[in-house]
């Protein structure tokens, strides 16, 4: 087992316990005047802030104030105006209002992985939302928040709220449900509050944000790309890349890309797009938010991996590319294919119902026809994971630690380029 690194001798270790009384005094549905944060877009940094004023606020870049622009206005179910603005690389400082945003750190030595964080109303599975326990992201941000990242990366599915609260439920009780404001606020922005001052941020579009879920939210106010039109029907778009010095980071949007069954259509778009990466001339690392080769099940078959992506993988991927960063399935899995194929690493146990069907231990199970070398799994509990440089010269060589909503180390991995120890 590879050393367990000594995380929270660098960072202040909060308790669940703590966290229940603080939410005693914060109820779920609390509001908050504004919303700001740093993220990662096609087009580089951006700042952005989400207000219930009709106009933008003033920034202070560098000292000197800059306005803010209009990502997307007010709109039906979305009383909130989403605004954006553009950062230079050579920036400073930045603030809106009273508060310094975070900026980029030249060389990122820890990088939060977080995903599959809202709370599941949906027809029959109903998690019960009020209570954090059962729907532990807000304790949990707050604490992966003291971790003090560099980078957080969202893996997707950040939307879960879709059907009523059934009635007489206790458990979620008062939840709104649907695409609107209100969803997008208690099942992200809300729970979130801390950690969005932390770092800047990169969010990947899961299938909870295609365009009959939660796709208008997340066209307004997460897309990395300009906002269009508020259909939140958005077609899959070009990767964007985010250069960490030493890794590059390809963002790519595969939220529609079928799943049990491979469409060739979409294997070739999607298999030019990782072609594509060959040119890059350092290691590569992919967040997408459906893993290409995973389990989510071992019984009564192997399932889990995207049929799709699979064979897009086959015809495009190339060898510069060492990892995989991965949602969609609600547990914590790493997997070494032995050089045959990138490192999967899946990252879904943020808040949604859990799974508790994925192998612990997968060596030698063969997935689409790739076998497992090395594959380990953690089910039924709540977390998140950190990816940390082993040092400030080796750039393929991290650590990856997977952490409960108690901050307890679950599991601690070394990743040497597509090769794993845990």
């Keep these: 087992m590879y050393p367990?690194?000594?995380l929270f001798d660098k960072a202040v270790t909060i308790s669940?316990?703590?966290f229940f009384a603080?939410?005693?005094?914060?109820?779920?549905?609390?509001?908050?005047?504004?919303?700001?944060?740093?993220?990662?877009?096609?087009?580089?940094?951006?700042?952005?802030?989400?207000?219930?004023?009709t106009s933008c606020p003033t920034a202070l870049v560098d000292g000197v104030q800059t306005t803010m622009t209009i990502r997307a206005g007010h709109g039906a179910n979305y009383p909130v105006t989403v605004c954006a603005l553009?950062?230079?690389?050579?920036?400073?400082?930045?603030?809106?209002?009273?508060?310094?945003?975070?900026?980029?750190?030249?060389?990122?030595?820890?990088?939060?992985?977080?995903?599959?964080?809202?709370?599941?109303?949906?027809?029959?599975?109903?998690?019960?939302?009020?209570?954090?326990?059962?729907?532990?992201?807000?304790?949990?941000?707050?604490?992966?928040?003291?971790?003090?990242?560099?980078l957080i990366i969202h893996v997707g599915d950040f939307h879960y709220r879709e059907t009523p609260c059934p009635e007489n439920n206790a458990g979620c009780v008062g939840s709104p449900f649907g695409d609107n404001w209100d969803v997008w606020q208690q099942d992200f922005f809300s729970p979130v509050d801390k950690l969005l001052e932390s770092a800047p941020w990169v969010m990947v579009r899961g299938n909870h944000e295609e365009c009959e879920r939660g796709g208008k939210g997340w066209a307004r106010t997460l897309d990395p790309y300009p906002w269009a039109a508020d259909s939140g029907c958005l077609g899959s778009a070009a990767p964007y890349l985010v250069d960490l010095v030493g890794i590059t980071l390809a963002v790519m949007d595969v939220s529609t890309a079928a799943e049990d069954a491979a469409d060739q259509l979409q294997a070739t778009h999607f298999s030019e797009q990782y072609a594509a990466l060959a040119h890059i001339d350092q290691p590569v690392w992919v967040a997408q938010h459906r893993?290409?080769?995973a389990?989510?099940?071992?019984?009564?078959?192997?399932?889990?991996?995207?049929?799709?992506?699979?064979?897009?993988?086959?015809?495009?991927?190339?060898?510069?590319?060492?990892?995989?960063?991965?949602?969609?399935?609600?547990?914590?899995?790493i997997l070494d294919f032995?050089?045959?194929?990138?490192?999967?690493?899946?990252?879904?146990?943020?808040?949604?119902?859990?799974?508790?069907?994925?192998?612990?231990?997968?060596d030698g199970l063969v997935i689409d026809g790739v076998k497992v070398n090395y594959g380990r799994a953690i089910t039924g509990i709540f977390g998140y994971s950190l990816l940390e440089r082993v040092?400030?010269?080796?750039?393929?060589?991290?650590?990856?630690?997977?952490?409960?909503?108690?901050?307890?180390?679950?599991?601690?991995?070394?990743?040497?380029g597509r090769a794993v120890v845990c």
């Design 4 to 6: 367990i690194p000594t």
């Design 16 to 18: 669940i316990a703590t």
């Design 22 to 53: 603080l939410l005693v005094h914060m109820p779920q549905g609390e509001a908050a005047e504004n919303y700001q944060w740093v993220q990662y877009t096609s087009e580089g940094l951006e700042a952005r802030v989400i207000t219930q004023s």
């Design 86 to 150: 553009p950062l230079p690389s050579i920036i400073k400082t930045i603030a809106v209002g009273d508060q310094e945003l975070p900026l980029p750190k030249s060389r990122p030595q820890r990088i939060l992985l977080l995903g599959d964080t809202g709370c599941r109303l949906k027809r029959e599975s109903v998690q019960a939302c009020n209570d954090p326990v059962a729907w532990p992201f807000r304790v949990g941000s707050h604490l992966a928040a003291a971790t003090q990242p560099d």
């Design 291 to 293: 893993p290409i080769l």
């Design 295 to 333: 389990l989510d099940r071992i019984q009564p078959e192997l399932a889990g991996d995207n049929k799709t992506l699979a064979l897009a993988a086959k015809q495009g991927m190339p060898s510069n590319v060492q990892t995989i960063l991965s949602g969609h399935h609600h547990a914590f899995e």
């Design 338 to 362: 032995a050089n045959v194929s990138p490192i999967q690493v899946v990252a879904g146990n943020g808040g949604d119902e859990l799974s508790f069907e994925v192998p612990v231990n997968s």
């Design 391 to 416: 040092n400030d010269t080796a750039d393929s060589s991290w650590t990856l630690s997977s952490f409960d909503y108690n901050g307890k180390l679950l599991m601690a991995c070394e990743l040497q």
